[in-house]
C-alpha cells in the first residue's frame, strides 16, 4: 500500500439520477424522457402526495411488488412535493415536448386519412416542427419519425438534470427504480455531474488505481458539510487482484442475470453488463474486481433496463474498447437509437449491428440474430441474440427473445449450423405492455389487451424447439432476474410454483433426459472450455 492513496470502497453504489429519478434508457433520449416524465414520474408523485398511505400498504403487498407505489412508508411528502414543483420549474421544455407528442398523434388520428400529409406540417405542435418526419405505412396507418439526433442538440436534451448520487450500501436490498425517487440525506453524497463528464470515469478509476485525498476532493468537490461523507467512501486498501485467464481456450463467467464475460487469450466480451457491488452476502458472486482492466466489447441485446443498467455502464465505460448494440428503426418513439443513447451518456466506439451482420475478432466472431418478441408487438427493432463463435465452438446468448415462430431458428440454422451452447431467459410471463412502454401511449389501452401484450420470453415448448434446432449440447437458462442484487430493477419475485419456475424446470429435465446438459443459472458460474480447436472449424 502506497501512502496516502485511496481507493473507492466496492461497497459504494453510484446511483446515476434523472432530476432525482434512477436513469434507465428512457430518460435519456429528450422524447421518451419527456413522455416519462409527465407520465410517469409526475403521476406517481401526484398519488403519493395525494394517499401516501395507499403507496405504504401497497409497497408491503407482494402482489403489487413492481407497481407504480412509492416506497418511503408513508413519509417524506413534503420532498416529494418540493421535488415536483422543482421539476415542474425546471424542465418546461420536456413538459412541452410530451404535450407536442399528445397532440400530434390527435392530429395524426383524426386527420391524417391516407391523403397526402403534406398540409400537416403546419398543423404540427410548434415543439415538433423540424423534429418530425411524417409517414404512413403501406395500409395508410399514420405515425410519425423523430429525427433524434436533432432533438439531442436542442434545447429537449438538457444534461443538467442528471447527476449521480454517492452511498454505502451493504445489503441487495434497494427500492425499485421506476416508482421511487432517490431523495437527498445526510448518507448520500449527491454529484451533479452529467453522465459524460470525465469526472465519471475518473471516479470509477479509483475502484483499482488509488489517488491522495486531496486529488479526489478537487475532483468531486463536496461542500464543507459532506465532505466528511465523502472521505469516507475511500479507502487504503487495495481491492484483491484480478486473476486474468491464462488458458489457450475459452473462460466464460456467468455474473448474474445476463451478464456472461467471455474471455480468451485474445479477446474479452462482456454481455448484458449488471454488477452487484461487493459485500458481506449470503449469494456468493462475480463483481467489479472481476473484470479484466480492459474489455473489448461490451455487447448488449436489447434496451430494457436489466439489459442496458447504466449504473453499471458507467462505472466499467472507462475500461470499454467498443460497445456493441442493436440497430433502432429509426426514430419511433418507441424504439430509440440506444447508439445514440450511449454516444450521449459518454461512451466512446458504440457499434451497432444489423441482424445477420458479423464482427470478426481474432480466431472468432460475434454475429446479431434476430430477436423476436418480448417488446409487446411493438416495432422495435433494437434486439438481437449474439452467436459468439471462437475457435470452434459457438455459444448463442439469445436473451429474451421468444420462440413465437420455430420456422426462423430452421432458417438461423441453415445460416449459421450447431450452436454448442444456448443461454436463454425464460421470463414466459411477462409484464404487460403498459408497465415499460405505458408513458409512451397518448391513449388510453383496454385492459384486456394490455394484458395480452405483455414482455415474456419462451415457455418450455418454444425453448425446447429452440435447443433442438441447433443440436445445442449445453443449455443455460439465465436471464430470470432471480439474483437478490437485481430487485432494484426487476421486482420480480417468484416461488416453485411460479411459470417461469416451472417452465424451465420442464426444460431442464426435458435437455437433461436427452443428454444435453441444462442448468437455470443463479449468482456465479465460471466455465473453462480447452483445447479449443482453431480455424477451419470457424467458418460454416
Ligand atoms: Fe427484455
Ligand atoms: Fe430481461
Not at 334 to 340: A, F, I, M
Request: charged share 25%; with cysteine.
Amino acid at each position: 500500500m502506497k501512502d496516502g492513496l485511496l481507493y473507492l470502497r466496492p461497497n459504494i453504489q453510484v446511483e446515476p439520477l434523472f432530476d432525482y429519478w434512477y436513469a434507465w434508457s428512457h430518460l435519456i433520449p429528450p422524447a421518451t424522457a419527456a413522455r416519462n416524465l409527465t407520465e410517469r414520474h409526475f403521476k406517481i408523485m401526484d398519488s403519493y402526495i395525494n394517499a401516501p398511505q395507499v403507496h405504504a400498504n401497497a409497497v408491503k403487498n407482494p402482489k403489487l411488488l413492481g407497481g407504480p407505489f412509492m416506497d418511503y412508508g408513508g413519509k417524506r411528502v413534503d420532498e416529494i412535493r418540493e421535488l415536483r414543483a422543482q421539476t415542474k420549474r425546471l424542465r418546461p421544455h420536456l413538459i412541452e415536448l410530451s404535450d407536442a407528442i399528445n397532440a400530434l398523434d390527435e392530429i395524426l388520428r383524426t386527420q391524417a386519412k391516407g391523403f397526402s400529409l403534406q398540409p400537416l406540417y403546419h398543423l404540427a405542435p410548434d415543439a415538433l416542427k423540424g423534429y418530425v418526419e411524417l409517414v404512413y405505412d403501406l395500409n395508410h396507418n399514420p405515425s410519425f419519425r423523430l429525427i433524434e439526433p436533432l432533438l439531442y442538440q436542442s434545447r429537449y436534451y438538457d444534461r443538467s438534470a442528471q447527476s449521480l448520487m454517492l452511498s454505502v450500501l451493504t445489503g441487495d436490498d434497494r427500492p425499485f427504480v421506476l416508482s421511487t425517487p432517490r431523495l437527498e440525506s445526510d448518507s448520500v453524497f449527491h454529484l451533479r455531474v452529467p453522465f459524460d463528464d470525465e469526472v465519471v470515469d475518473e471516479l470509477f478509476r479509483l475502484k483499482s488505481n488509488p489517488r491522495p485525498w486531496g486529488e479526489i476532493k478537487e475532483m468531486l468537490k463536496p461542500p464543507e458539510s459532506s465532505e466528511p461523507l465523502a472521505r469516507s467512501f475511500f479507502t487504503p486498501d487495495p481491492p484483491p487482484p484480478y486473476s486474468p485467464y491464462r488458458g489457450s481456450g475459452l473462460r466464460w463467467r456467468y455474473l448474474g442475470h445476463a451478464c456472461i464475460l467471455l474471455e480468451t487469450p485474445d479477446v474479452s466480451i462482456l454481455f448484458d453488463p449488471v454488477l452487484s457491488y461487493t459485500y458481506e452476502s449470503e449469494v456468493s458472486r462475480y463483481t467489479y474486481q472481476d473484470l479484466p482492466d480492459s474489455i473489448d466489447y461490451v455487447v448488449i441485446t436489447h434496451n430494457h433496463q436489466d439489459h442496458v443498467l447504466f449504473e453499471t455502464i458507467l462505472q466499467i465505460r472507462h475500461k470499454v474498447k467498443n460497445f456493441i448494440v442493436p440497430t433502432s428503426a429509426g426514430g419511433f418513439l418507441q424504439d430509440p437509437s440506444l447508439k445514440l443513447i450511449l454516444k450521449n451518456i459518454g461512451c466512446r466506439n458504440v457499434i451497432e449491428l444489423d441482424q445477420m451482420e458479423s464482427l470478426e475478432f481474432e480466431n472468432g466472431s460475434i454475429t446479431a440474430l434476430p430477436f423476436l418478441g418480448e417488446h409487446s408487438d411493438l416495432n422495435i427493432r433494437c434486439k438481437a441474440a449474439h452467436l459468439a463463435r471462437v475457435g470452434n465452438r459457438s455459444l448463442l446468448f439469445a436473451a429474451d427473445s421468444c420462440n413465437l415462430e420455430p420456422r426462423l431458428y430452421e432458417h438461423l440454422f441453415r445460416a449459421v449450423g450447431n450452436v454448442d451452447a444456448i443461454f436463454l431467459g425464460m421470463e414466459c410471463d411477462g409484464a404487460p405492455l403498459t408497465w415499460l412502454y405505458g408513458p409512451l401511449l397518448t391513449r388510453k389501452i383496454e385492459r384486456a389487451m394490455d394484458e395480452s401484450r405483455r414482455l415474456a420470453g419462451s415457455n418450455f415448448a418454444q425453448a425446447i424447439d429452440l435447443v433442438r434446432q441447433f443440436n445445442s449440447k449445453e443449455t443455460y437458462v439465465y436471464a430470470m432476474g432471480q439474483e437478490p442484487w437485481l430487485g432494484h430493477i426487476m421486482s420480480l419475485k417468484y416461488t416453485e410454483e411460479s411459470r417461469p419456475i416451472t417452465e424451465s424446470n420442464r426444460l431442464i429435465q426435458e435437455c437433461s433426459k436427452h443428454g444435453i446438459y441444462a442448468e437455470r443459472l443463479f449468482g456465479e458460474k465460471e466455465i473453462l472450455i480447452e483445447n479449443l480447436c482453431v480455424k477451419e472449424a470457424v467458418s460454416h
